[in-house]
Nanobody
Framework: QVQLVESGGGLVQPGESLRLSCGAS????????MDWYRQYPGKERDFVAR???????YYEDSIRGRFTISRDNAKSTVYLQMNSLKPEDTAVYYC???????WGRGTQVTVSS
């Protein structure tokens, strides 16, 4: 049974930072590329960032330079460091092993003054 648990969301002011974590159990997840997605109310999930098993990364244009994805294979955890947060980053953030049907329950990020 695969479980993905996102954490680290919260309410912050514009310009502040958050670090999201995604713990993965029940799978050898570190063989997979791991993605972060985000979802705005009433919208489909949008791709944010990916980290491949070998460590290469890929980012969606609007967050490139502000967000950093990383992974700790020993802890089966993927992170998303989010800096210089903007109100438009407000969304529910999900982690997702690439090319699978597995999703966590998400963590809410709210950026507001």
């Amino acid at each position: 049974q695969v479980q993905l648990v996102e954490s680290g969301g919260g309410l912050v002011q514009p310009g502040e930072s958050l670090r999201l974590s995604c713990g993965a159990s029940g799978m050898i997840c570190m063989r997979y590329a791991m993605d972060w997605y985000r979802q705005y109310p009433g919208k489909e999930r949008d791709f944010v960032a990916r980290i491949y098993a070998g460590g290469a990364t890929y980012y969606e244009d609007s967050i490139r330079g502000r967000f950093t994805i990383s992974r700790d294979n020993a802890k089966s955890t993927v992170y998303l460091q989010m800096n210089s947060l903007k109100p438009e980053d407000t969304a529910v953030y999900y982690c997702h092993p690439y090319n699978t049907d597995y999703w966590g329950r998400g963590t809410q990020v709210t950026v507001s003054s």
